[in-house]
Structure formats: structure tokens, C-alpha cells
């Protein structure tokens, strides 16, 4: 008998996740509680795509001084073929589809995506897509949970990048997001600052989705705030965050737009990352 850990976000609106835990499930002939931890976990992107994520309310996770909400499950099995733990290959080309999809509306928008666009550039039949999907609104808000899957593993690295080289995590969320990387690399950088100009013209399941997205970046910055920090200014900072990124990619001289990356990381920094207090002694 073999004990595993699954390392989950939590994030609310996963309808898919459940689906996904059976299939674990399925695999391990006890499947263990749920339990709350506190310390560091990284969110490995071969978990993501195996398990999905899991919505589970009242768990937390302690992350360096900063909180963000995780599950941890327990499961216990008796090891079986390969065989039987790789993926059907319709779940494979489910997945395909929606990573093709999340890299998509990032680079074209809402509306430059198209079903049989995706479907070739997935390397599937244009027919075959409502195997998976009952519409093409259902793909674009299961592609909106894919990027803050990936988003959630991203943030990881770069709380733990910043951790190692002794900066706040809100420092390193600040210069990650404003770097020349992110600049650069649109389709696979915040879908807050791809979409948000579009979101308010989309279907109501696809606009709920993505103002998911935007609530879930302010909580992001609310919990890596500086105690010395009042937690509303995570929409200030937030909205300076995505509105100078949007600025940034819309200048024609890419010089211009690392300046402005530049300015808003310093405004930001200087105004915010205050240095916690430090407890009086007797």
C-alpha cells in the first residue's frame, strides 16, 4: 500500500474538478480525508493537469507569510499497470483543445477565437467538438479555469523565486508581473490584462468566469499585503498593475513600454512594499 499527496488549489467554480477527483478516485481503492496543513507546497503543473483542482472551502496554507487557500488529499493505493493510469484519449484531446483554447483568447480575445480555428490548431476534426463541449461558451470557461491553474503555478514560482533572493512576496509579484517576460509573452501571461476590455460584452456564464479571474487576483494581493497595508489597496494596486501592462503592450516602440513597466514597478514598490514591523522587545 502506497501513500500519495495531492497538492490542490483551491479555486471556486471548478464543475470540472469534481469529474476529475472521481477518476483519482477511481484509481486508489481508499480514498483518504481531506485535511487543512500549514507550510510551503508547490503546485506541480504534472498535477494540474492530472487531477485538475478540487473546490474546498475553510483550508488554508501558509505560504512564506502569505496565505493562500490549498488542499491537500490523502489517498491511499495498491499500484496498478501503467496502462491503467494513463489517460483515455479522449481526455487527452480534451485537454488539448482546452490549452490550445486558454493560449487562444489570450492572443486573438473572446471573439478571435473560433471552434474550428482551435480544432485544427489542435490537430483534431472540426465535428469532433461537441464530443467534449456543449457549446463554445462551455470551452471558453473551462479554458478561463485552465489559465488559473497555470497562473497558480506561476505565482508559485515566483513567490519562491523572490523568497530565495530575500524580496517580499509582494515585491515579487510586482516585478514578475511587470517584467519584460510578461510584456512579451501575452498568450501565456494574465488573462486579466488579455481579456478584461472585453469581458463585459460576453455571454453571462463567460463574463462570471472571467470576473472570477479578476476577484481572485485582487485576493492574491490582498494576502501578500504588508501588515503596515490596508487590504483595499489591492484594487489600486491591481488596476495599476494590469493598466500599465495594457499600456505597455499597446506602444509600437517596445522600449517605451519597458519604461513604462518600470515606472509603474518602482511607483509600486516604493508606495507599498513596507517592511513589516518589527515586534518590541523586553
Wanted: a positive charge; hydrophobic letters at 40%.
Amino acid at each position: 500500500m502506497t501513500q500519495r499527496r495531492a497538492i490542490l488549489p483551491v479555486i471556486a467554480g471548478e464543475r470540472k474538478a469534481v469529474r476529475r477527483l472521481r477518476l483519482l478516485a477511481q484509481q486508489s481503492p481508499t480514498l483518504g480525508k481531506h485535511r487543512p496543513i500549514h507550510g510551503y507546497a508547490r503546485a506541480h503543473r504534472r498535477l494540474h493537469r492530472r487531477c485538475g483542482v478540487f473546490r474546498s472551502s475553510g483550508y488554508g496554507l501558509t505560504h512564506f507569510g502569505f496565505s493562500i487557500n490549498m488542499t491537500i488529499i490523502i489517498f491511499n493505493y495498491e499500484p496498478k499497470p501503467i496502462m491503467d493510469h494513463k489517460p483515455s484519449r479522449k481526455e487527452i484531446s480534451h485537454e488539448r483543445i482546452v490549452a490550445v483554447t486558454a493560449r487562444a483568447i489570450r492572443r486573438a480575445g473572446y471573439d478571435g477565437v473560433g471552434v474550428a480555428d482551435i480544432m485544427q490548431e489542435a490537430g483534431l476534426t472540426h465535428g469532433g467538438f461537441y464530443a467534449h463541449f456543449p457549446s463554445r461558451n462551455a470551452l471558453l470557461v473551462e479554458a478561463l479555469e485552465y489559465v488559473t491553474q497555470e497562473g497558480a503555478a506561476l505565482f508559485a514560482q515566483m513567490f519562491a523565486d523572490g523568497k530565495a533572493h530575500g524580496v517580499s512576496p509582494l515585491r515579487a509579484l510586482i516585478e514578475g508581473y511587470l517584467s519584460e517576460d510578461h510584456l512579451t509573452g501575452q498568450e501565456c501571461g494574465c488573462v486579466v490584462a488579455a481579456l478584461s476590455s472585453e469581458m463585459s460584452r460576453q455571454s453571462p456564464e463567460v463574463r462570471e468566469a472571467s470576473c472570477a479571474r479578476i476577484q481572485s487576483l485582487i485576493t492574491l494581493v490582498q494576502r501578500v499585503l504588508p501588515a503596515m497595508v490596508a487590504p483595499e489597496n489591492a484594487v489600486v494596486i491591481v488596476s495599476t498593475l494590469v493598466g500599465s501592462l495594457q499600456l505597455a503592450r499597446a506602444m509600437s516602440d517596445k522600449n517605451q513600454g519597458k519604461a513604462i513597466l518600470e515606472t509603474s514597478r518602482r511607483a509600486l514598490i516604493q508606495q507599498y512594499d513596507q517592511p513589516e514591523p518589527v515586534a518590541a522587545t523586553a
